[in-house]
């Protein structure tokens, strides 16, 4: 098995890319070591900033939009939302095929169709209008947060218009509360999902906590991954981990 890449600092990058055209200077042919000694076909427009070989960490990730597909995934699946949900019929056959969970798995009616057994992690319809409501009716601190209550429609059980900061709102305050009735085992690693997204948002983070947060989220991400769908997972999701290395990196220098 194959050892890590190096990790290269800016200058050791720049020594690499200085002499590739840039991505605005039309088309590229593949330079002589493409596929053996680097992956490289052009240089980023960003290297013109003088500072960029400087900094310590060159690709920023945006943790409230990973934050916004962790809801839509979350909430989506949770609530059962019709088309927007990971937990659909070709989901199901695949969670049987791998897992082996016999609950989830599709019942033949007597007209022929397939009915979808409700899943541990799910809500009722009943429920989930009553979730819709509580939310209707919510009201946040001027300034926390816009209107998430008019996003709410409990008659046609759907949210809209949320926005990327609500989305923010809710996973770091509102998904433990919202959730609480799910199975302990299902709410306890949302609310410890919930707890990482307010530690890793909060006003000061110590090397300490960071390095706990970093060797939480994987055990968390693995918890849930037992509870959800795997199409849950995309590379958003997994761009957490990403984050903590960051961290990390920044903290310790």
Known sequence: MNKPPYRMNGYQLWGFLSDFSKVTDGTFDNLAGYGQFHNWTKRSIFWDLLYLKDNLLRHNLGVMHIENNFFDNVFNTVMDVKCKTKDNEKERLDVVELYLQGDLELVQLHNGKLAKPEANYTFSSKDAKS???????????????????????????????????DCHVFMKCLLPITFRSLPDFVWSA?????????????????????????????????????IFPPTSFDSLVILISTIERSLIILSVS
């Open 190 to 226: 949302l609310a410890e999902l919930s707890r990482f997204f307010k530690d890793l948002c909060s006003n000061t983070l110590r090397t300490e906590d960071v390095v706990r947060m970093q060797e939480n989220i994987p055990i968390i991400i693995c918890k849930l991954e037992r």
């Open 131 to 165: 979730i819709y409501k509580w939310i209707s009716e919510l009201k946040m601190p001027n300034g926390y947060a816009s209107n998430i209550a008019r996003c709410a429609n409990p008659d046609k059980e759907s949210m809209h218009g949320i926005k990327s900061h």
